[in-house]
């Protein structure tokens, strides 16, 4: 039995639970008074932590030399114990924690089963794998690990005699593992546009922060939380609002549009902080923060998962600790039911001192718009937080804070904030944050500077009507810089109506006819002239004749996939992304998740280029239908669709493939006549649910209803517009990054692996259109020579060490050695070798090499009869 260490990649999927409260505004009748509701949104935020962990690969190979005689009733128990020889134990239970291995069959070939029942054919092999992966205590706490030992019990029967085989144990060193704890973070209060004014405020950006804190004694590798946006889930008073993340950062660095947080390493007792910028169309109040967490039992679950725990907090602020041997990077202040505890990015977690009922605020002087204050506190030893009235309601902003010591405080120390009040009007406060204080500072304060900002549009939320319904609202927007914008719209159905309505306002007016029926994106825009914001919504129109609940989801679907007509059309049954309404509209089962994948790519031939094609691939399960799936072709010269294929009627063949083709591809199931059809980069494939009626030539590009994307290229530039169909941090993939583009095919190694609008594991191999991809083999070969010097005219041996790294098996592999021409050639041999020597040329050759093996070749020589080197 071999082991060999893994990077085993682990996955926890994380569901942040939130609760918002903001307001419905009722407008006045009459001489009556503004009336308003409190309206609850509850939203989920699903994120994705992976990171790399060391795990191992046991192999054994069971060879049945006879020819006429099988294996019968294997049965293979691994075994393992520790330096001492003691016993230790592992499981395939992953809910068992007591174990110190998760232990699981990986594969298995030339054998189906190894618990007393397997078989293993006269004159065959079979190849056993094993996935090993520690328990979070197994390491011990040094950086060199713990030694242990992986053995294993072979029993079978050879012609009806029973055999028990020990094997020799290997040896594997298991590293310190590492211990998670995710704090995250959000403020309670967030602003935009405020439902008591009548014009449209624009949303102010807020954190939701991660501190990522290991308290382990091994480090955690390329550690990755990759975020959703925002899905509102519960909305019973139909509040027209909208969340959305815009971009992140870690630690420092510059924050970038992506959802997804790169942590790289942290080491043990380390910290690393992230943060994701959030925004939201209305003014409101976070009530309720929670998290939780889960990870795959086929990776060990409960018992292997290093994530000890997941905190939410209230935000009060993101602000600077400046002490002795702290970090650049900013910490979290944050509110514990009263109690204020600061969340240092470095780990560190520490009370504050509210002293906000002792400290009093004076005007000192006035120069022009600039306004002075003193801030008396009381001294205070550790961190020091106050919350003062604001004297100027907002109108102003903190230019400096300097302590009478002539300390400089940074302005993430120093800020303004507001609430709202009972009465729906706003308490203005000054806040400061502070450590080791004498109490005594002066703040300036001074004139906002407002630079040119675009006009603020109201949010636009997607909207559901039926065919001869009627469906009409009005759409305004403001300009902070006080003129007036004009509106418009673009993408307007038939028979639609977008009309100005007085100053900042328009009309959307639509009835859809009968035949309609569909779903309709349409962009908005508010422009002032030199700025413009716009915004897409989409209109889901549904059949009168079809629907008649009113739901949004076809009786007929209903029926035939629930039975009933229960169902509301907004779940998605199968968790596959998509609506169920959503799914019957384009005739898939909204049972069964949608597992389909672009599995292969070739796009650049050579000369005639009508053998391009696009494989795509179902995991294997074969005769999938292809109904209401579309491919989409991109072009990255402007990011417009060129080209768009209708996968109605199809179905993927027994082993689960589907080919498009030009018109020179054998065996396409689609064969596409046009020469030079698909584009050799840097351009992208897309598969959405949809119809190819919705992608005409040069329309944009968009992620709606997206199940899978490749962007490639043969040696071009990254398309950072095309990136947007991939998830955050996946690759463009060049077609010519192996030398051989016109040779070469993209495909997933290993076959059908990575995941939906996942690139990271395309290769460039030779093309394997409707079968399985090409992997190579990565080969490593290592000589051990003999001791040195040797006698003349005396035997010696050296071996050399072919070893397979993956991830595909080695088929026909040959080592050749030249031996110097005064060496003498006695012998060679290996398992599973067949050597021979010619002209002191030795040559070695061997069927297959499973990944993992490392088969040694003896060869055996006679050193020279005369002294040399």
Known sequence: MRTTPLASRLVWQIILSIVFVGTVVFLPVSTYAVESLCAVVKIEIKQELTLERQAFDAHMRINNGLSNIQLENVEINVSFADEDGNSVRATSDSTDTSALFFIRVDSMEGISDISGSGTVSPASSADIHWLIIPAPDSGGTVPSGKMYYVGATLKYTLGGEEHTTEVTPDY?????????????FLPRDVYADDAFTLEIEPSVPFTLGVRVKNDGHGAARNLKIES????IVENKQGLLIGFKIIGSTVNNQSSTPSLLIDFGDIEAEQSVVGRWQMTTTLSGE????NAEFSHSDDLGGELTSLLEATNTHFLVKDVLVELPGRDENRDF???????????ES????????????????ELMSQSGSEMSYRLNAPVTAGFLYVKLADPHQGAKAVSQAVRSDGKVLPLDNVWLSKTRREDNGWDYFINLFDSNSNGQYQITLDTKNLEAQPPVLQFVPDRTTRETQQISFLLEASDPNGTIPTLSAT??????????????????????VKGQAGEYEITFTASDEALKTSQTARIIVHSITEDSDGDGVLDTCEMQYFGNLERDGSGDFDGDGFLDREECLQGTDPTVRIALIINEVDAFVADTEVTEFIELYDGGQGNTSLD???????????????????LDGFTTSAEGYFVIGGSGVTGADMTVSTNDWLADGADAVALYLGDASEFPEG?????????????????????????????SGEPQVNEGGAGDAEGHSLGRCENGAGGQRKSHGFIQALPTLGATNNCLANLSLTMTESADPVNIGTGLSFSLTVNNLGPEVASNVQVVNTLPSDVSFVSASGTDWSCNEAGGTVICDQASLAVGDANPIVINVMAPSTAGD
Do not use: C
């Open 346 to 361: 470095h780990g560190l977690d520490t009370v504050v001192n509210d002293h906000s009922a002792n400290t009093t605020l």
């Open 286 to 289: 976070f009530t309720e923060f």
């Open 699 to 727: 329309s944009v590009l968009t992620t709606s209803r997206l199940l899978d994307a490749l962007v490639y290229d043969s040696d071009d530039a990254n398309d950072a517009g095309l990136l947007a169909l991939l998830h």
């Open 333 to 343: 202040l944050a509110d514990e039911g009263g109690v204020l505890r600061v969340y």
């Open 228 to 231: 959703a946006q925002p899905k």
């Open 628 to 646: 209401g799936l579309v491919v989409v072709l991109f072009n990255g010269e402007r990011d417009q669709s060129y080209r768009a294929f209708d």
């Open 172 to 184: 594997i060193y298991v590293k310190p593992q590492p211990q998670l704890t995710l704090d995250y």
């Open 491 to 512: 993408s307007l159905p038939t028979g639609a109506s977008f009309a100005m309505e007085g100053e900042g306002m328009a009309i959307f007016d639509w009835t859809p």
